[in-house]
Each structure stands twice: as C-alpha cells, then as structure tokens.
C-alpha cells in the first residue's frame, strides 16, 4: 500500500510523526464511449465555447464564475496569495461526541499509520480516542484542499475521514413532497415496527454482493472467450485524459484463470 501523504498529527504539545494511506478503492465499472462497428474510442476535444476553436492544456486557466454570471479568472499567482495551512499537518482542534456528528457529513476514509519513532504517542491517541468515546475534530490538507475531517479508531488503526462542509449539504426543506406525507395511524406503526424486529439482525457486508458488476464481468468474460473482441490499432492501455482501463485486464486474468481451472479439472 503506497502512503500518499506524510506529517505529523498534532494534538496539545504531542506531534505524532505518520503516514496516510486511503482506507477504500472504487470498483465502479468504468464503460468507454467507442465507435459501434469496430470499437475504436470517441475521443474528445476541448473547445472554448464562444468560437468552437480548440484549446490547447497550456492555454486553459482557472475560471471561477460570480453569482451575477460573470467569470473571473484566476492565476497561480492570485491563488498563491490565499490562506492556507501546512499540508504537513493534522491540527486536533477538540475532542466531540461521535454521536454529535451526522454520517451525511462524512466524505473519504484514511487510514493513519505511524513512523516508527511515533508509535507510543500513536497508541496513546488510539487508547484516549477508544475510551473516551469521542472523534478528534481537525483540519488536514489532502490532495491540496483543506478539509474538515474526524480521527476515529476502526479496530487498531486510527481513521482519518474527513467531513463536507455544512454548505455542501443539500437542505432537505428544497424537497418537493414531503409536506404530502400524513401521519400513521398507531395501529400502522404497531405493524411496522413488529415488521421491524422479525426482520432484524447484524449488519454483515460480506453477505451483499454487487450482482450487476459480477453480471457484467461474467458477460464480457463469455464475449473474450468467444472471440468478440475489438482491437482497434492505435488504442492503448491509457487514454488522454490518464483514465486507466483495468477492466478488460481484470477479466482477461479472470479468464486465464478460469481455464486453468477447467485444465485442472480435466
């Protein structure tokens, strides 16, 4: 597992050297845009709106559009010049309740790793955490944005997940029907809730699966072994946007696999 951030979490004079490591993957299948009869990819370009001429990357700024529809533009320079904080850092600001803190807030998951010479103060932070029952509130810059985030401990390791701003959150008053929906009769919830306990049990996420992404892996997979593959001349493995293409990697192993298997039986 590659560390993809290194400092130090600071909480009241105690700095614990560290390591950040994301603590998920995304296995969404990723589907290309590709010509029907021969499976070449639709490429894209970036044209500027008020001509259709093609931009070059060197010539794309940064454009942030005001409320009145104007765009500003702004440079490196410009964003130099705004505050911010040591990336460096993971600044414990208070200690809170976990209960405080609405799972809609939470965002992406770290997991946080100590330098060697770290450790005891990292197991110190992990036992305080543990036994008080609280998230540490903090700010961290990751991938070059600072964020609001919470350490919390998942089983020994400590997490780091950080939080979307309140702003980011949709206010639920937007939403069109729900002044329609009518109280139930005490008789209804009764049989609600009895429906409730009969179907009640732990929560285990090894028990669900993703039956539409093994559909599909499964569908292509009988697509390569009957030969109904388009390789298109020019096309590689990454296109120009740096979007890795690992599905068809992933089912061509799947596939060698899967003879193996079959050679082994036999």
Avoid: C
Avoid at 2 to 10: D, F, M, N, P
Avoid at 193 to 199: A, E, I, N, T, Y
Wanted: charged content about 30%; proline content about 3%; overall charge negative.
């Amino acid at each position: 597992m590659r560390a993809i951030w290194k400092g130090a979490v600071s909480f009241g004079l105690v700095n614990v050297p560290v390591r950040l490591y994301s603590a998920t993957e995304n296995h969404d299948l990723s589907f290309h845009q590709v010509r029907a009869s021969d499976g070449s990819r639709v490429r894209y370009k970036r044209v500027a709106q008020a001509d259709g001429e093609e931009v070059a990357y060197r010539d794309i700024a940064k454009g942030y559009q005001a409320q009145d529809g104007t765009t500003v533009i702004l440079t490196d320079e410009d964003l130099s010049t705004l505050p911010h904080r040591s990336s460096k850092e993971i600044a414990v600001e208070s200690f809170v309740p976990s209960a405080q803190i609405d799972p809609i807030l939470y965002d992406r998951a770290y997991y946080i790793e100590p330098d060697a010479m770290g450790a005891k103060a990292y197991g110190l932070l992990r036992e305080a955490l543990r036994e008080s029952e609280r998230v540490a509130v903090v700010t961290v810059s990751v991938r070059s944005r600072m964020t609001m985030a919470v350490l919390r401990v998942l089983e020994d390791v400590i997490v780091l997940q950080t939080l979307l701003w309140p702003d980011e959150v949709r206010d639920s008053a937007e939403l069109n029907h729900l002044d329609e929906v009518s109280e139930p009769k005490e008789s209804e919830v009764a049989m609600a809730r009895m429906l409730v306990d009969s179907m009640a049990g732990d929560f285990e996420p090894s028990e669900h699966v993703d039956d539409y992404k093994e559909a599909v892996e499964a569908l292509v997979t009988r697509k390569i072994e009957g030969g109904e593959v388009h390789q298109a001349a020019g096309e590689g493995d990454q296109d120009d946007s740096g979007e890795v293409v690992d599905l068809l990697a992933a089912l061509q192993r799947s596939v060698d696999r899967a003879k193996a298997g079959r050679g082994k039986a036999g």
